[in-house]
């Protein structure tokens, strides 16, 4: 005579779970903890623009990020000085890094980036580089400004053309 469907499934609770070697998962490790960000505000003040980053034709105002995040992200405010010059600023080039957001907050500014050819970026626009994207800069307007953000804070670029 059939066992009713209900008897089977009050048997298939009580009998024990085995489970071989082979198919056993290993514990999954916790991610490791990080430090816990600071707090900052950053309020506008000209003289923090500095001319000591990655481009003589630029200033740079750090905005405390990467201090706050103890090196895990850094952002700043990019402000391309005078008419643009080819010949200095049309250098192919790259970051190490795993993430980069720039968002145009003043100005224009024209890059080639490799594989998505030439983009002309206005006020409000904004473009995310995939890690180690070969790109240069093609031209911007005096007083250009860009908000950039990249993870992780002390990235390194690599100069592809002298």
């Excluded at 003040?45 to 001319?51: A, C, I, R, T, V």
């Excluded at 224009?108 to 030439?118: K, W």
Aim: glycine share 6%; hydrophobic share 40%; proline share 5%.
């Amino acid at each position: 005579m059939a066992k009713s469907a209900t008897k089977m499934r009050a048997r298939a609770r009580k009998a024990p779970v085995r489970k071989s070697a082979a198919r056993s998962r290993p514990k999954a490790s916790a991610a490791p903890a990080r430090r816990l960000h600071k707090f900052v505000v950053n309020h506008l003040n000209p003289n923090d623009f500095k001319n000591v980053g990655l481009r003589d034709y630029a200033s740079y105002r750090d905005l405390g990020v990467n201090d706050a995040t103890h090196g895990m992200a850094v952002a700043h405010v990019v402000r391309m000085h005078g008419p643009c010059d080819p010949k200095v600023v049309s250098k192919m080039h790259l970051h190490k890094a795993e993430f980069q957001m720039i968002y145009v907050l003043k100005g224009q500014i024209t890059s080639e980036f490799e594989g998505h050819g030439v983009h002309i970026m206005k006020a409000g626009d904004a473009w995310l580089q995939p890690q180690s994207i070969k790109h240069k800069v093609l031209d911007y307007s005096d007083g250009c400004e860009l908000l950039e953000i990249v993870l992780p804070g002390n990235f390194k670029t690599v100069e592809l053309e002298k």
